[in-house]
T-cell receptor
Framework: GQSLEQPSEVTAVEGAIVQINCTYQ??????LSWYQQHDGGAPTFLSY????GLEETGRFSSFLSRSDSYGYLLLQELQMKDSASYFC???????????FGQGTTLQVKP | DGGITQSPKYLFRKEGQNVTLSCEQN?????MYWYRQDPGQGLRLIYY???????QKGDIAEGYSVSREKKESFPLTVTSAQKNPTAFYLC????????????FGPGTRLTVL
């Protein structure tokens, strides 16, 4: 089977740093994506990693280790508006077919 | 402004009725996708299309049908054969067929009574 594992909930305080991990077992792997979804809203794209290493985009960074089938999303200088669900997703082939994790609900407290 | 529109935002139907959800994009994107999201769950791919007049089944296509007659439109029909159709349906598109960055519409919340 194909599966992605990520923690169901994470809590952090405003201004802190939080890391959301994602491990995957899939039949194919082309890259790992991260999406943010506020309650009741549409997911929005955050990052895509095809190669090992760290990609930084503003306060958000994403890391991938293909040999470990592992990645993480790092959020720095947390703000209240970062409270949302975060999904990792694996692109399994040369199309846009994605398999999503169950999501991690991040709660940022004052 | 370019984007993806889905209508309606909320939809109620009686059991046994087919219902069609609309998805339109003016981003000139090649590929379009339909996902289903259940409460507290991730997204699951229903169907996707990389080019006009062609589409592929995703992981949970049973009970659904789609068409792609125009580049900008990708409607999804939820048929009476879908055993548990109540869910949040999200349409997405991507510029390239690789789908590395997908743009999502606001979603349609379907409730079957």
């Amino acid at each position: 089977g194909q599966s992605l594992e990520q923690p169901s909930e994470v809590t952090a305080v405003e201004g802190a740093i939080v890391q959301i991990n994602c491990t995957y077992q899939t039949s194919g792997f082309y890259g790992l994506s991260w999406y943010q979804q506020h309650d009741g809203g549409a997911p929005t794209f955050l990052s895509y990693n095809a190669l090992d290493g760290l990609e930084e985009t503003g306060r958000f960074s994403s890391f991938l280790s293909r040999s470990d089938s592992y990645g993480y999303l790092l959020l720095q200088e947390l703000q209240m508006k970062d409270s949302a669900s975060y999904f990792c997703a694996v692109r399994t082939g040369n199309t846009g077919k994605l398999i999503f994790g169950q999501g991690t609900t991040l709660q940022v407290k004052p | 402004d370019g984007g993806i529109t889905q209508s309606p935002k909320y939809l109620f139907r009686k059991e046994g009725q087919n219902v069609t959800l609309s998805c339109e994009q003016n981003l000139n994107h090649d590929a379009m996708y339909w996902y289903r999201q259940d409460p507290g769950q991730g997204l699951r791919l229903i169907y996707y299309s990389q080019i006009v007049n062609d589409f592929q089944k995703g992981d949970i296509a049973e009970g659904y049908s789609v068409s792609r007659e125009k580049k900008e439109s990708f409607p999804l029909t939820v048929t009476s054969a879908q055993k548990n159709p109540t869910a949040f349906y999200l349409c997405a598109s991507s510029k390239g067929t690789e789908g590395n960055e997908q743009f999502f519409g606001p979603g349609t919340r379907l409730t079957v009574l």
